[in-house]
């Protein structure tokens, strides 16, 4: 460069730098002092530095200064460096100045520093390690072409994210007023980039970036002082004209006379401390600055009037508006307007404002009345909110006065992260009101509320510590967030649970889970408090349940159901095993139960009781009930195919399949595939869905009566179903549920319950079978009251479809042959527990005509005679008349004119309805008996009484 020009160019540098130092100390001056006020005058210090620097540099090397080359390298880094401090100090100014999220938030602000710390750093490294790297010999630019790349890197992308939300925001507030303030602050990235780089490009001699710079501050400098004076008029936050405004604005209209043309509205927002405290600040000025945009939009367009931000969370507008009808709809456009902006600034909500309008007087009154007015108004709106209006009622519950769901998820994830970083985790707990249904039911929903009111109360009562927070969540759920320790929140939710059960059948359940860190998820929280609550089940005495491994593994064992159910499905690993089914008459098996095991390839065997609850939980369960159907089907037919007799087999229906697909047509398409018929296939249901389900059962029922089914009601008495209601239902056979069995003892209770079943049931021509029997003496017990079928361990656990095909192969007279199952069934239709004699219709109404009756049935096969059936009275009959202690097959054995006599009889009565009489007396022994024929299939059966004297007819 030539010497004098360099010489201009740096006395030019100089001059500006004395300009930009006046500024500075101007702006000293200035008392109100702000962040971006400082920030301002941070950059004209190092703007100034910069300058200073750079006309330095240009004497030095163009040697009007003395100087070698390690002094002009030392200035130019010196240069390097200061341009990156200013690019950051300039994006600070900025940043504050339109209130970027940058400006507060720390992690932005770290990055937004790191950056030239880095660069300058990398910088002073190569000029102490690599000076070749960066400093070129030439003596015109002193620069690498790869320094000076890095050298405007920073100024340029920095200046270009400024430019660009500056820019933005310039034109998103052309209309309001402000755009032209952005514009201003525009400027100046793009005069630092612009000029900086047409001479660092282009090696003009002239000082073109130093003036262009000047020329900003200064401008900017003024600017901000006439802004200044401005700002005291208008809000900064919002754009919007403020409070002084409004009162010059109001008295115009008065002057003028035209004050009835105008509506006062004031708009209050909801909840701003709330926003403030969890979500901070910034999120509370967004939420104000999104009311502020809608107002301006709705009240401003189109309307003669002036909307101000009054202070805090409250806006007043005076608006030239015909009548109340308009003005209520304006309030709902501004409504509509808030969540739109609430939506495009990403809002964690949409903030809720309550609005009170009232018309203006004609008279001038004073300003303050006119506000307490409007006031008035918007605090009557603000209470129809808290009893009324659901929708504008956003995060309170209009029942309880607790917060409500909404204000949880909006809330409470911030609340942890907060308490977390104070090493606190506090405890979430779910309780639930155990009976609310019933309890709606009878006391109608007035009542249900009055409930949810008392509970809410009792729960507000124990935990009223200062971080908790209580909320109703759901229909009757409520949700805690406490810190207090895991044992007092035990201890308080036992005593509640004991206040709550003061009330009719209403109890509590609590889910208490134990938060980790600040990270999770709010609404996952209450999940696991959920779940552990679940676990309780309906277990009455239990009252809590705190989540841990064991909630844990039951949850973890639901998800590989639910994950590997299909895949096993169609892999074969679900099976159906068989248990037989034994006739108590005659000790044969009558059919078999399919019972659905799943064998994992890696877990192993899983119980059915670990899939199939959960299953139906998921509506899935008819895909297994359907699979376990179709291989019995398949299993049948292969049977079949093999020349063995076929199984009668009974198969489990979960009553969710009446509402999963049309099970009947589903069972009859499987069915038909395989051509077995219907009589060898039985259904089994819950007894839970008579009171769950009746009607859809009813119709089930008879469907599948009509297509040749026999149904089964499993699991009789384990539920809340009735003798009673049997009769509502067309039942084949009732399995009695092996909890009756529990503590089968001589005199026990059982004994009395299952024999009513029993006798109830044969009255209602419904056949009875006993589920797990375990030992001799229940069997025999079930056998001597007339229970017809017996299934459980005693006899055979279930077995594999294999297994069970070997052994129908080799069954011989253990199955019984079906053909004669009619036949053995009427025999069992005698009911033992009343006088069997009588016919059948005259059993039914003989109730309580018992039991110390001698009886016996038997079976006629030509001239032999067999012993189906005898009770203990008939035992005790037979050694009273002297038999001394032998057993009762003995003596007949023994007695061959027993067999005679008594085959005489049955000639007699043989097919007929009747009953008949006849009196033996021979060899010492003496008995009268009476004699009934029940039914003939090649062999014929009959049951006799043995009458003594007191016995006689
Ligand atoms: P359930 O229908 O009441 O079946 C009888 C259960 O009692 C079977 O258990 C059986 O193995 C067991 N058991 C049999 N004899 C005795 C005994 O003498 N003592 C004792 N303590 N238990 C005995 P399992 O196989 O574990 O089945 C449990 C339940 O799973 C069944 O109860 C049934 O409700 C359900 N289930 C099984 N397979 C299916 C199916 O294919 N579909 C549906 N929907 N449910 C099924
Ligand atoms: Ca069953
Ligand atoms: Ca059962």
Redesign the pocket.
């Known amino acids: 460069m030539q010497i004098t020009r360099a010489f201009a160019y740096a006395v030019s540098e100089y001059f500006c730098v004395i300009m930009i130092l006046l500024l500075l100390r101007s702006s000293l001056q200035i008392k109100r002092h702000n962040r971006q006020h400082y920030w301002f005058n941070v950059s004209l210090i190092i703007q100034a530095a910069y300058l200073f620097e750079d006309g330095t540099r240009t004497l030095l090397m163009n040697h009007i200064l003395p100087s070698n080359e390690i002094l002009v390298n030392f200035t130019s880094l010196c240069l390097a460096i200061t341009l990156n401090i200013l690019s950051y100090t300039t994006l600070m100014f900025v940043a504050y100045k339109i209130e970027l999220p940058l400006a507060e938030d720390k992690r932005q602000n770290r990055i937004a520093l790191g950056l030239p710390i880095a660069i300058s750093i990398f910088d002073l490294v190569c000029a102490l390690f690599a000076p070749n790297l960066i400093f070129s010999a030439n003596e015109i630019n002193a620069f690498t072409p790869f320094f000076s790349g890095l050298f405007l890197f920073l100024p340029i992308s920095y200046s270009a994210f400024v430019f660009g939300v500056t820019a933005y925001n310039a034109l998103i507030n052309r209309k309001n007023g402000l755009g032209h303030y952005y514009l201003v602050l525009t400027f100046y990235p793009a005069l630092m980039t612009v000029f900086g780089f047409i001479e660092v490009m282009l090696s003009t001699a002239l000082p073109l970036y130093s003036y262009a710079v000047t020329f900003y501050f200064t401008f900017n400098f003024l600017y901000q002082l006439n802004s200044s004076i401005k700002e005291a008029t208008i809000d900064s936050l919002t754009g919007l004209r403020n409070r002084e405004n409004l009162k010059e604005y109001i008295d115009d209209i008065w002057k003028e006379g035209v004050s009835d043309q105008y509506y006062l509205f004031m708009i209050d927002m909801n909840g701003l401390k709330s926003v403030n405290d969890v979500y901070g600040h910034v999120e509370g000025d967004h939420a104000i600055r999104a009311i502020g945009q809608a107002l301006d939009d709705v009240l401003q367009t189109g309307n003669d009037g002036i909307v101000c931000r009054y202070g805090g969370d409250e806006f007043l507008a005076v608006i030239t508006v015909t009548d109340d009808k308009q003005a209520d709809k304006l309030v709902q456009l501004t409504r509509e307007r808030i969540g739109h902006y609430s939506r495009i600034d990403q809002l964690q909500s949409a903030p809720q404002v309550a609005t009170g309008y009232i018309h203006l007087p004609k008279e001038k009154i004073p300003l303050a009345d006119l506000l307490k007015q409007a006031d008035s108004k918007m605090y009557a709106e603000k209470q129809a909110m808290k009893t009324g209006d659901r929708a504008a009622n956003f995060f309170t519950d209009e029942i309880t006065g607790l917060p409500n769901a909404n204000y949880f998820h909006n809330f409470a994830g911030n609340f942890l992260k907060k308490l977390a970083k104070n090493n606190q985790h506090p405890l979430v707990i779910l309780f639930n009101i155990s009976g609310m249904h019933s309890y709606n039911d009878r006391f109608g929903y007035q009542g249900g509320d009055d409930l949810l009111r008392t509970v809410s109360r009792f729960l507000r009562d124990f935990f009223n510590q200062e971080d908790d927070v209580l909320v109703r969540y759901t229909e009757d759920n409520f949700v805690l967030l406490t810190c207090i320790p895991l044992s007092e929140a035990k201890q308080k939710t036992k005593a509640i649970s004991e206040k709550v059960a003061s009330i009719d059948s209403i109890g509590i359940k609590a889910g208490i889970y134990q938060t980790q860190d600040g990270k999770e998820d709010v609404i996952a929280t209450v999940d696991m408090a959920r779940r552990a609550m679940r676990l309780i089940g309906s277990d009455r005495q239990r009252v809590y349940c705190v989540y841990g491994p064991e909630v844990q593994a039951v949850y973890n064992r639901r998800d590989f159901v639910l994950i590997n159910f299909k895949q096993a499905l169609a892999d074969g690993d679900i099976k159906?095993?068989f248990?037989p089914v034994i006739r108590s008459l005659t000790g044969q098996i009558r059919s078999f139960?399919?019972?659905?095991r799943w064998n994992d390839p890696k877990r192993g065997a899983i119980?059915?009781?670990q899939f199939?609850g959960i299953l139906e939980e998921a509506r899935l369960?008819h895909l297994?009930?359907l699979e376990?159907f179709r291989q019995v089907c398949q299993l049948q037919q292969s049977c079949q195919r093999m020349g063995l007799p076929i199984p009668v087999i009974s198969?489990?229906?979960?009553p969710v399949d009446f509402n999963s697909c049309d099970i009947v047509s589903e069972i009859e398409k499987i069915r038909t595939q395989y051509q077995i018929p219907s009589k060898y296939l039985k259904i089994?249901v819950?007894e839970s869905v008579t009171t769950s389900a009746p009607d859809q059962l009813k119709e089930i029922i008879a469907q599948l009566h009509d297509l040749g089914y026999e149904i089964w009601m499993?699991?009789f008495g384990s539920g809340y179903s009735s003798l009673n209601n049997l009769k509502d239902f067309d039942f084949d056979l009732l399995?009695i549920d092996?909890g009756f069995l529990e503590n089968f003892t001589e005199n026990s209770q059982s004994k009395i319950i299952i024999s009513e079943i029993v006798d109830m049931s044969k009255r209602l021509g419904i056949e009875t079978l006993c589920?797990?029997?375990?030992n001799r003496s229940q069997s025999d017990f079930l056998k001597e009251i007339g229970c017809q079928y017996q299934?459980?361990?005693?006899f055979a656990?279930?077995m594999q479809p294999d297994e069970l095909r070997q052994f129908l192969g080799k069954a011989g007279d253990q199955l019984e042959d079906i053909s004669l199952s009619d036949y053995y069934s009427q025999i069992d239709r005698v009911n033992v527990l009343s006088n069997p004699t009588h016919s059948l219709a005259e059993q039914n109404s003989s109730l309580g005509e018992n039991i110390d009756v001698p009886m016996a049935i038997v079976e006629k096969d030509g001239a032999n005679i067999s012993y189906l059936y005898f009770n203990h009275a008939l035992k005790r009959v037979l050694e009273a008349t002297g038999s001394n202690h032998r057993s009762l097959a003995e003596k007949i054995a023994q007695t061959p004119a027993v067999d005679k006599f008594l085959l005489e009889q049955m000639d007699r009565c043989q097919g007929k309805d009747r009953a008949i009489s006849a009196s033996y007396e021979a060899g010492g022994l003496e008995f009268k008996i009476r004699m009934r024929w029940l039914a003939s299939q090649a062999k014929s059966s009959f049951v006799y009484i043995v009458t003594s004297e007191h016995y006689q007819e």
């Open positions: 159906p095993f248990q139960e399919a019972l659905a119980p059915p009781d199939i369960i297994l009930d376990i198969v489990n229906i979960s089994e819950l499993d699991d399995k092996m589920e797990g029997i375990e299934q459980g361990y005693l656990a279930s």
